[in-house]
């Protein structure tokens, strides 16, 4: 499989799945165009991937909050190649809270920002390159609906699935794809999550059917497929990679 000259902006670009993705799409020689709101785990994550496929990467410091930022990443991604092809969604925050809390509105907010109109932005300034490329969009969901304290990320992941599903169809004319991937919550958003109360709201990750935990490189090959021709039929989609747990009845 190649994706030489093949143009591929990821979002969220230093997150655990976000990086995984860029080296994966790296070892194809796709080029890169990194965005993530940490500037020097950005140009880390560049550098990895120059290192693997011996091209230039363009990074964007951005945490994509409004929609003028998503046209700006979408305008730096066309001034550097002149085209797109693919779009990979990784972008997300969790913050931990509860429906009685004081802050939830602001929490809310936070959080749907961030990891829902941030992919609508970046799906709405797109959508003209991708339709001359006829082009694929992969967003990054989770494979969690009922996790405790979780109200807004809970309400992420819903949105963002039924998201996917109507701007496939919406795209589907334009000959672009959109599927999304529900990965296993360890591989996702929260990999850094440090808060007792966080870990205890996802605990149930470490009780998977097959006894494990999903990891970044569990999902990354299931990226690159859907990115590829090989998935010319396929859009609209929404795959687990979760060990088992959407159909053990937790998740």
Known sequence: MSFINK??????????????????????????????????????????????????????????????EAQKAIDSTKHEFGRLDIIINCTGIYKHVNILDADLIKVFDDVLTANLRSVVSVINCAAPMLTESKGSIINISTCVYGALNSVPYNTFVGALNHLTASVALDLAPTGIRVNSISPGVKSNTLDAVSDQGESEAFSFADNTPLGKNVKSEDVVELVVYLASDKARSMTGGNYPVDAGLTFYGVA
């Open 7 to 68: 143009v591929v902006l990821v979002t969220g670009a230093n997150s655990a799945i976000g990086e995984a993705v860029c080296l994966h799409f790296a070892k194809f020689s796709a080029r890169l165009s990194l965005v993530a709101k940490d500037p020097v785990k950005l140009k880390q994550v560049a550098a990895e991937c120059e290192k693997i496929s011996r091209l230039k990467v363009l990074t964007i410091a951005s945490d994509l909050s409004t929609h003028e």
